[in-house]
């Protein structure tokens, strides 16, 4: 193995279905978890002498998705029609785009783990409709619910330019935060919204030359944590079959692998095909779209300003750290309300904290997002300022926030009805210090002699005060006397 090195390479394509209210093709309205076949018309079933219409809400979320993807918009495409057969897919054929998809030549940025912003090339961008979904939980038969069959996809597809599993996961939480950002997808991973197939191969360098091992696409993964491990498992995998059967990338040796969630494994599905096994030829029941370059400049002018760039403009504009700026920037709804507090006058670090650890958390448990609370933003800048003033602790801050959700009081009337006001007055504090200090005689000692025990020490003493006032003393104002008192 010492002489052996090796890089990853792996391109990803995404199905992402879209958020209309229509199916792609028909009227059958798109709804999750209703009684299976409850969706169906003749379009999605495929029935002799039906006719497909052109949902037009779905190819302008194509459009707006693709131009974030900073894609050539085409003026001129057309619908396709896919040859397979499959019992989820009644017609034979899958309406898709083969030679001129929607959206093309495009890149997405990415920040791995490392944080080094990485720009991953976009292949194309295209429309298609969804089969149906084979169900085999009944018995010793299968079942197949069309409910699903022709929900309109947006297949995007990357050049192979990711070279490790965080990098394939760091573009899939990318894509699915710019996805929910413009409003085009709701991307549920667990309703099947965003579905995930790396291809995956590996470019190894021995002393003899260098080889590719075999291209496998491993199909249809619905979360992060399966994406990331598949691709980890396929690269050990990968290498180890390649030291052990010298097998390399052929025409015609690519293969599908499934991933078993529970063994963490992939598993040999059946040898892939390519574009020509598909037998594409132009639908002809659908008229070929084209745009005007008014129509995309109006597209275009609903682009919003994109995650990642939002979330790098919070870190040189606010001085977030790069954590605090990614949970605000995960979803467009708490970043917006982040934006709307500030510009009502509170600090940053002070909303941010409030933000993340409450008001997330309150959102969370209510299954909703940030905006759901109810909250006023200017409410919320009045608290952070009255922490910063003095006027409550950070802690009792917390507190009154939550009780702003459950009641939609004020934030002053909640600090005077909980008795959360901090107490700041010096002279009144003076006396409690004293009264601490003549209680602590060995806190005091390891303090004044600087023993291994001062700053515990101090602490605890600062922790005694705090406790004696119920949580009312200003710990700014107590710190201060003590060091006036114990020098």
């Known amino acids: 193995?010492?002489?052996?090195?090796?890089?990853?390479?792996?391109?990803?394509?995404?199905?992402?279905?879209?958020?209309?209210?229509?199916?792609?093709?028909?009227?059958?309205?798109?709804?999750?978890?209703?009684?299976?076949?409850?969706?169906?018309?003749?379009?999605?079933?495929?029935?002799p002498g039906s006719l497909p219409v052109m949902n037009g809400q779905a190819v302008e979320y194509a459009m707006l998705a693709a131009m974030a993807l900073n894609c050539e918009v085409a003026p001129f495409t057309k619908w396709d029609r896919k040859s397979y057969y499959y019992p989820d897919l009644p017609k034979n054929y899958q309406i898709s785009q083969y030679d001129l998809p929607i959206g093309s030549h495009g890149y997405i940025e990415i920040l791995p783990e490392d944080g080094q912003t990485r720009r991953i090339r976009i292949l194309r961008a295209h429309l298609e409709e969804d089969a149906g979904k084979n169900l085999h939980t009944a018995g010793n038969f299968s079942q197949v619910d069309l409910n699903r069959a022709g929900t309109p996809l947006l297949e995007i597809v990357t050049e192979p330019d990711m070279n490790s599993p965080s990098q394939v996961r760091a573009l899939a939480v990318e894509l699915q935060r710019i996805m929910r950002y413009l409003g085009v997808s709701e991307g549920d991973m667990q309703k099947g919204h965003m579905r995930f197939e790396p291809n995956i191969n590996l470019a190894i360098t021995r002393p003899d030359g260098q080889f590719r091992t075999p291209i496998v696409e491993v199909k249809?993964?619905?979360?992060?944590?399966?994406?990331?491990?598949?691709?980890?498992?396929?690269?050990?995998?990968?290498?180890?079959?390649?030291?052990?059967?010298?097998?390399?990338?052929?025409?015609?040796?690519?293969?599908?692998?499934?991933?078993?969630?529970?063994?963490?494994?992939?598993?040999?599905?059946?040898?892939?095909?390519?574009?020509?096994?598909?037998?594409?030829?132009?639908?002809?029941?659908?008229?070929?779209?084209?745009?005007?370059?008014?129509?995309?400049?109006?597209?275009?002018?609903?682009?919003?300003?994109?995650?990642?760039?939002?979330?790098?403009?919070?870190?040189?504009?606010?001085?977030?750290?790069?954590?605090?700026?990614?949970?605000?920037?995960?979803?467009?709804?708490?970043?917006?309300?982040?934006?709307?507090?500030?510009?009502?006058?509170?600090?940053?670090?002070?909303?941010?904290?409030?933000?993340?650890?409450?008001?997330?958390?309150?959102?969370?448990?209510?299954?909703?997002?940030?905006?759901?609370?109810?909250?006023d933003p200017a409410a919320v800048a009045h608290l952070a300022k009255m922490v910063d003033d003095g006027t409550v602790s950070a802690t009792a801050a917390n507190t009154i926030l939550e009780s702003m959700v459950a009641t939609g009081k004020a934030p002053a009337a909640l600090a005077e009805e909980l008795n959360l006001i901090q107490t700041s007055d010096a002279g009144e504090l003076e006396g409690i210090v004293d009264q601490v200090l003549a209680e602590n005689v060995q806190a005091v000692q390891d303090v004044v002699t600087e023993s291994k025990k001062s700053k515990k020490a101090r602490g605890f003493l600062l922790g005694q005060v705090i406790q004696k006032t119920k949580g009312q003393a200003n710990p700014k104002v107590v710190s201060e006397i003590l060091e006036r008192k114990l020098k």
Not at 29 to 37: C, D, K, T, V
Not at 242 to 260: A, H
Not at 262 to 276: F, G, I, N, P, S
């Open 220 to 375: 249809n993964l619905n979360s992060f944590r399966a994406l990331e491990r598949s691709v980890a498992y396929e690269v050990q995998r990968q290498l180890d079959q390649f030291l052990e059967t010298g097998v390399t990338l052929q025409m015609g040796n690519k293969s599908t692998r499934g991933w078993n969630d529970q063994d963490e494994v992939t598993v040999l599905q059946r040898e892939k095909e390519e574009a020509h096994d598909y037998r594409y030829f132009p639908d002809p029941d659908l008229v070929p779209v084209t745009t005007t370059p008014q129509r995309l400049d109006e597209i275009r002018s609903r682009l919003c300003e994109l995650p990642l760039r939002r979330q790098v403009r919070y870190v040189a504009q606010y001085g977030l750290s790069d954590y605090d700026a990614g949970v605000l920037t995960a979803e467009r709804a708490t970043a917006d309300f982040f934006e709307q507090t500030l510009a009502a006058g509170g600090e940053p670090k002070r909303v941010c904290n409030l933000l993340t650890q409450v008001g997330l958390k309150l959102a969370k448990d209510r299954g909703g997002d940030l905006a759901a609370l109810g909250l």
């Open 1 to 47: 193995m010492s002489d052996i090195s090796y890089e990853v390479i792996v391109g990803l394509e995404i199905h992402v279905q879209l958020c209309t209210k229509t199916k792609m093709f028909c009227s059958c309205e798109l709804s999750f978890g209703e009684e299976a076949n409850a969706r169906v018309c003749p379009v999605c079933l495929g029935m």
